[in-house]
């Protein structure tokens, strides 16, 4: 990982932070174990959200979305934390998405190859951003789906170097390619 990708990314994640509700960062303190039934979406949901967290943040050489449990930790905090009118616009936009590509592609959005899902995630993202205003739903979803993996287990562990205290900083560090980053 080049340095530079490794500001973008801690970038992001901070970037994504001032976006998210702030009942968000109180309910991912509390313990998010197997008792906690998420119940706001429905099976074919599921697997939308899932086929969504998984174009955003793939599996490489490290765990993907799915793998680090983003799509369960994302139906929590949505549920949980969400206002009800954000709720509606991520719930609106994966109908949405969904009609849209069975229209357009002649196949729901999980059913689609990579290459064309990312397509129309792109295509949706850059139609998002020409309307200047509030985030709409692929923001609002890239932001969260971000977030639940930089805070779930995996991706604390595997895609990062996570250390709680690495000791004092310095800015003369040197960067060796391929290090991983500090959260």
């Known amino acids: 990982m080049q340095r530079r990708e490794a500001v973008k990314i801690v970038t992001a994640f901070f970037g994504a932070s001032l976006a998210l509700p702030e009942s968000v960062f109180a309910r991912i303190a509390e313990p998010l174990g197997d008792g906690i039934k998420p119940t706001l979406l429905a099976g074919k949901q599921r697997k939308l959200l899932a086929a969504i967290s998984e174009c955003i943040i793939p599996k490489t050489d490290t765990p993907g979305a799915v793998e680090a449990g983003v799509p369960r930790l994302f139906e929590i905090l949505l549920q949980d934390c969400y206002k009800a009118d954000d709720q509606k616009l991520i719930m609106d936009g994966m109908v949405n998405l969904d009609a849209d590509c069975k229209?357009?592609?002649?196949?729901?959005?999980?059913?689609?190859?990579?290459?064309?899902?990312?397509?129309?995630?792109?295509?949706?993202?850059?139609?998002?951003?020409?309307?200047?205003?509030?985030?709409?739903?692929?923001?609002?979803?890239?932001?969260?789906?971000?977030?639940?993996?930089?805070?779930?287990?995996?991706?604390?562990?595997?895609?990062?170097?996570?250390?709680?205290?690495?000791?004092?900083?310095?800015?003369?560090?040197?960067?060796?390619?391929?290090?991983?980053?500090?959260?």
Do not use: H
């Open 103 to 183: 229209t357009k592609q002649g196949a729901s959005f999980a059913k689609l190859s990579k290459a064309k899902q990312i397509e129309v995630l792109t295509e949706m993202e850059k139609a998002e951003r020409a309307v200047k205003g509030k985030p709409g739903f692929i923001r609002m979803t890239k932001d969260l789906v971000k977030f639940c993996f930089v805070n779930s287990e995996v991706g604390a562990t595997t895609a990062f170097e996570y250390q709680i205290a690495p000791g004092r900083w310095s800015g003369e560090e040197l960067y060796k390619m391929g290090d991983k980053i500090y959260l």
